[in-house]
């Protein structure tokens, strides 16, 4: 039983591990994406809807493709 509840444990801390660094990944993307988007416009108010449009549609894409 305690060899069992260890295998879990390591089991569980990898998979802990993977979608840390997947989080961490998706976040430089959107850093990324955001101050390209910011560069690119001088019109506040134009970018302030393509970040909104941009993180609700990376939010929709991150959850679809992280189902577990």
């Not at 101050?35 to 894409?61: A, C, G, H, P, W």
């Amino acid at each position: 039983m305690q060899n069992q509840n260890l295998l879990e444990e390591l089991i569980n801390s990898g998979l802990e591990e993977r979608l840390r660094k997947d989080r961490l990944s998706m976040y430089e993307e959107i850093k990324r994406e955001i101050f390209q988007m910011i560069d690119s416009s001088n019109d506040d108010k134009e970018i302030i809807k393509n970040i909104v449009k941009y993180l609700t549609d990376s939010q929709f894409r991150y959850f679809s493709r992280n189902r577990y």
